[in-house]
């Protein structure tokens, strides 16, 4: 068989821009990449009899393998995995697996276990979003809550007895993408999948969602409906603003008592190219999540599906200095997070740090200070009574891609 290596960049998205491209003939070809994220962090009153010491720990945050592959010119087939839990011995399960029908601008399929269309941030994955931590500052939607675990936080039982709703942010189904205007400035991604299995969705009923942005300046350029949140200067001035609704009857609660959960959000990328060749970047998002019908003493059974109700948004500002440095070029960063339940304490936490930029995507490495008490409070506790101590982090992170 012939083949020829094609070195690309590295991904996240399941599509041909994978480590190394083999190609049979002129429409086949396999693809193979790898992708880990590994840190360090030191935390206040996290250690010692009484917590008051400073708490470290080293972490395998992610360790995926990518297979990707083309049988026509149109079909096309992902396979991605997902060490779980790697620093405790860890579990490979499988992330993607997708038939993809790619027939052009207007009109995409896949079909299978993918992305659920939702906020920039989901459909950034933890490899292309410019924080380190990516995950963990704001409430999860439904597909990010399986049976036993999620993929931040590995340790947490996140859904009980109450069943699960996805995993890593897929779920099985189908989505709908492409872009609905010649220019190609308008993106829509919409979809149905399984949702909730467990004992409040005894009807049985999709979870739908629905996703569209719209790009004033340039155009982003992702596989799929896939986003970055940075392009480093590489596509020039970026501004993108977006929209998201997912809607899932009886997607939570028990089976008494269901409710049904809607997640609304928007969010915003602007990026500046500036004369001096330094580039400027702004994200920011939005959420507001509500369930109806449901009781509120729901929340005390342990049979129960529960996910946050409330409003919560993220900002972050970056600038990427134009002189290289070595082999990089530095990147600091400040950050907010701030998340507002219903029925339980507002938390909050104020994050800089600076990206040391080696290979855009696939090689960088990030001194990160954090304060703030959504460490402490956690972000899937939304009870009443729920306290937590302001507190000081300091993470170093790596992050490379093949």
Known sequence: MPSAI??????????????????MD?????????????SFATVEDAAGGSNNKWGNDFFINNIRLYFNG???????????????????GGSVRVLDAIARFELGQYFNVWFGRTIVPAERIELDGPFYNPFFDTYGKE????????????????????SAGGGSAGQFARDDGVALWGRLTPDKRLQYAIGAFDGLDGPANKDSNFLYTVRLSYNFWNIEDNPGYYTSSTYYGKLGDIFTIAAANIYHEDGAGTRADPGNFRGTSA???????????GVVTFVGDYKNYGISKMSFANRSDPNCFCLFEGNSFSTGLLYLMPEKVWIGQFQPYVRFNQVYPERSSDRNEF???????????NARVSLIYQYGDIATKGIF??????????????????????
């Open 6 to 23: 094609l070195v690309i960049s590295a991904f996240y998205w399941p599509t041909a821009r994978a480590g190394a491209t083999f190609k």
């Open 26 to 38: 002129d429409t086949k070809w396999v693809s193979i990449g790898a992708g880990l994220k590994t």
């Open 70 to 88: 083309q049988i026509h010119k149109y079909i096309k087939l992902t396979f991605n995995t997902e060490c779980h839990n790697c620093s405790g």
């Open 139 to 158: 409430p999860f939607n439904p597909s990010d809550f399986g049976l036993q675990s999620n993929l931040t936080f590995p340790s947490q039982d996140l």
């Open 267 to 277: 969010d915003v990328l602007m990026e500046k190219v500036l004369p001096n060749d």
């Open 351 to 361: 994050e800089a740090g600076v990206n040391y930029v080696i290979d855009g995507h």
């Open 381 to 402: 506790d939304f009870g009443p009574g729920v306290r937590g101590e302001h507190v000081n982090t300091v993470k170093l992170g790596i992050q490379l891609q093949i």
